[in-house]
């Protein structure tokens, strides 16, 4: 069964989600998939799918500007972590497995950072990594899109009208900016992640920096990366190896 709601955060924003499968066992954690930015929770209808067929319960937000969840007059990166912590709060969620495909990811670290017990596995796939105090400045605009991407770019908005449409434009100026700040907060509370955590970056035509990845990992304590080839969207472009690698990963025993 698939029930598509809606539910406020504090602010008063309406957040729209999806709540799918579930399981007898009431020991089996809830998975919670989020979306990048410009995109909606309809990405992961695949991958959610692989998840129910094996007995977890599959939540899936649109973020605040995207989808079927109400705009906002701010977007700060930080928000969008406290709205994925307060979904799980109003549902009365204790314990989450969170995944989070690009801003969605960062979105992620920003939840397990904040509410560490809440977390038990973490993964962040292909989000850029902020800039440490010293770093250049980053430019995203020399990044070319992969071919799967361009593909995607052009059939978007005939495969997938309401996420092109909703998109709130207003916000890529402000994540822009803000990627382009140093947030050295973010870094000092890396180690705070009690999370069993798996980075999944792209090849060339990815958006994480390889050098402050393995910063990255040094400091989150139980963490690995997996690299693939293609570009930024792995679980779209790459679905058969992005589910080879994660699917385990979420559905492995846990360790006593």
Sequence with gaps: MDTSRTTPTRAGIEIAYRDSGGSSDPGTVPVVLVHGMGGDGGTWDRFARALVARGRRVLVPDLRGHGRSARAASYLFEEF??????????????????????????????????????????VIEEAPLPLRPGDPEQVFANRLPSLPELWHATTSV??????????????????????????????????????????????????????????????????RVAVFPGGHSIHRDRYDEFAAEVLPFLMRPPTS
């Design 158 to 223: 005939i495969r997938h009208p309401r996420a092109v449409f909703a998109f709130d434009r207003s916000m890529t100026g402000s994540a822009i900016e803000q990627f382009r700040r140093p947030d050295s907060l973010w870094w000092d509370r890396l180690p705070d992640i009690e999370a069993d955590t798996l980075i999944l970056r792209g090849g060339p035509g990815g958006m994480v920096d390889p050098r402050k990845l393995e910063s990255a990992v040094a400091a989150i304590p139980r963490c």
């Design 81 to 122: 972590g406290a709205d994925v912590v307060e979904v799980c709060d109003n549902l009365g969620l204790t314990r989450v497995d969170l995944v989070g495909h690009s801003l969605g990811g960062h979105a992620a670290s920003l939840a397990a950072q904040a509410r560490p017990g809440l977390v038990r596995r973490l």
